[in-house]
């Protein structure tokens, strides 16, 4: 797959040049779930430091969630009747799932970020199965998600939800479990092997140990129980003493911060920039050094991080646009956006199961791992699934509303766009609307789709006398097939 070769030569610098449409774009696919024909015409002509410094300080400065009636129910709020019970625990899921995918729509940088971290701070509803546990988890993630990361390690390692998933809340001082202090180094901070020994795990695990009270209720906070944690003295990172829990963060920080910068920021790199960061003329190593030196200048704030790197000449860089394969959330969300049309409870919840289907599971990941990503979300099997739930997406929206497909074409066609009798001007509009950079696949003139376009009509008189416009009869249908031909082509998968 050279088309995934990471060509990208440009710098750290910041994009000096006003936004066209296919830059402004670009960025909004990126640091949210795309955005409107009415967002991206605003943002043309602004620079890059003015649109990014304002979305990274509206999601700094964004609300979570509001808290549900249950966000800290324990099981004895539940009905005893299991049938009862299991009822309602599903409704409250697919209460603060669909609160949540609506906060990605609409949320541009902030829920990014939570989805993001999500993937990272993995967990698993399926594990623990707390409903409590999870609305205090995502709501740890939305706080955090462009905040002090040394602030966030602390916090998510201590929500009940991560306790569990990762065996916190079994690590006694009698009997350490070393498997959360494996993946604080391995998953969350350092990489694997990344400088830490297995002794290095086999103390910490020993000075995280005591957050094991677990009520007898069930689905109780943990609490810490000074008498199940391990007083003895263990030496972390070569520095011995007492240790508990906010030592071994402190000692983390403070001895691997090199390790963590370059760490977290090539994640950040191979997400937002380009999937392959390692490049042979090693230009993404040197972009994620320059990160990795600002984040832990700024003393591990991540908002710094995130305002350098999208708003510089290397994430703008051509070779950065349309390499990212998306995944299911993107599909469906970045569409949504798009077109701008009309959903509802109904439509998310239909999202949400197709999502399901291509293997990304809201807050239930496949593994500690996470999602896999890129080119597994385009294999044989999903391919096809791909396709088909998209398909049955973009029906679901013609039988609702079938003028939103005519809304659409004339908006992304422009000032003209009711009024031009170029029918082809307006497939090319919307194909360079929903994809980064068109149809390379396509003959130059894009006669595939554009024959797509012509089909509602039997003749092509109304072509051949410039009597055609998109406010005749047949339009919206001509918008709606062309849609259902360019989500089957591979360029609609890229971001």
Same mark, same amino acid.
């Given at each position: ?24 774009? /670009?960025?909004?696919? #990126? =640091? ?103 609305? /205090? ?5 939305? $706080? ?5 990361? %040394? ?28 498997? &959360?202090?494996? !993946?604080?180094?391995? =998953? ?9 020994? !297995? ?14 009270? #677990? ?40 001895? #691997? ?9 090539? %994640? ?11 490049? !042979? ?29 999208? %708003? *510089? ?36 919840? *239909? ?23 890129? $080119? ?11 396709? =088909? ?90 918008? &709606?097939?062309?849609?259902? /031909? ?10």
């Amino acid at each position: 797959m050279e088309y995934f070769i990471n060509c990208n030569t440009s710098g750290l610098n910041a994009y000096a040049i006003p936004l066209d449409k296919n830059k402004a774009e /670009h960025l909004y696919r #990126r =640091l949210g779930f795309s955005a409107s024909v009415d967002t991206i015409n605003a943002a043309i002509g602004q620079t890059a430091t003015a649109i990014v410094d304002n979305l990274v300080n509206e999601a700094a400065n964004s609300n979570p969630i509001a808290p549900p009636a249950w966000a800290d129910w324990n099981n004895s709020n539940y009905p005893e009747d299991d049938q009862a019970r299991n009822a309602l625990k599903n409704s409250q899921v697919e209460e603060l799932s669909l609160a949540y995918t609506k906060s990605l729509i609409t949320n541009n940088l902030a829920d990014r970020m939570s989805f993001f971290w999500s993937n990272h701070f993995v967990t698993q509803l399926s594990v623990y199965n707390c409903n409590s546990f999870l609305y /205090h988890y995502v709501n740890c993630l939305q $706080r955090n998600a462009l905040g002090n990361f %040394k602030t966030f390690v602390s916090e998510i390692g201590l929500t009940s939800a991560m306790l569990y998933y990762l065996d916190g809340v079994y690590n006694n001082g009698n009997n350490p479990n070393e498997n &959360y202090g494996r !993946e604080l180094y391995e =998953l969350f901070t350092l990489g694997e092997g990344n400088n830490y020994t !297995e002794q290095d795990i086999i103390e910490t695990a020993k000075a995280l140990t005591g957050y094991v009270e #677990r009520g007898e209720l069930g689905c109780e906070a943990v609490t810490f129980d000074p008498e199940k944690h391990d007083a003895g003295s263990k030496t972390i990172f070569g520095q011995t003493g007492n240790w508990d829990y906010d030592d071994v963060i402190d000692i983390l920080f403070e001895q #691997r911060p090199n390790e963590i910068g370059w760490f977290i920021c090539k %994640k950040l790199y191979e997400f937002f920039v380009h999937p392959d960061s390692q490049d !042979e003329a090693g230009n993404a190593e040197t972009i994620i050094q320059g990160l990795s030196a600002t984040f832990i200048a700024n003393n591990f704030e991540i908002a710094p991080v995130l305002a350098q790197l999208l %708003k *510089s000449e290397h994430f703008f860089d051509d070779d950065a646009v349309g390499v990212i394969i998306k995944s299911p959330y993107d599909l469906y969300l970045n569409f949504i956006n798009e077109t701008n049309f009309s959903y509802d409870d109904d439509s998310l919840n *239909s999202l949400m199961s197709a999502s399901t289907l291509l293997s990304q599971e809201l807050f239930d990941p496949f593994d500690v791992a996470g999602w896999q990503r890129n $080119r597994s979300w385009i294999n044989t099997n999903f391919m096809i699934g791909r396709w =088909l739930t998209f398909e049955m997406f973009i029906q679901n929206f013609w039988q609702s509303n079938q003028e939103q497909f005519r809304t659409f074409g004339i908006a992304a066609t422009g000032p003209n766009g009711a009024t031009t009798n170029d029918p082809d001007e307006v497939a090319r509009a919307i194909i360079d609307k929903i994809t980064p950079k068109g149809l390379l696949t396509e003959t130059p003139d894009y006669s595939a789709a554009f024959d797509v376009f012509r089909e509602p009509y039997e003749s092509d008189m109304v072509y051949q006398n410039g009597s055609w416009s998109m406010m005749l009869q047949n339009a919206d249908s001509q918008v &709606y097939l062309l849609l259902l /031909h360019i989500v089957r082509q591979p360029e609609f998968q890229l971001k």
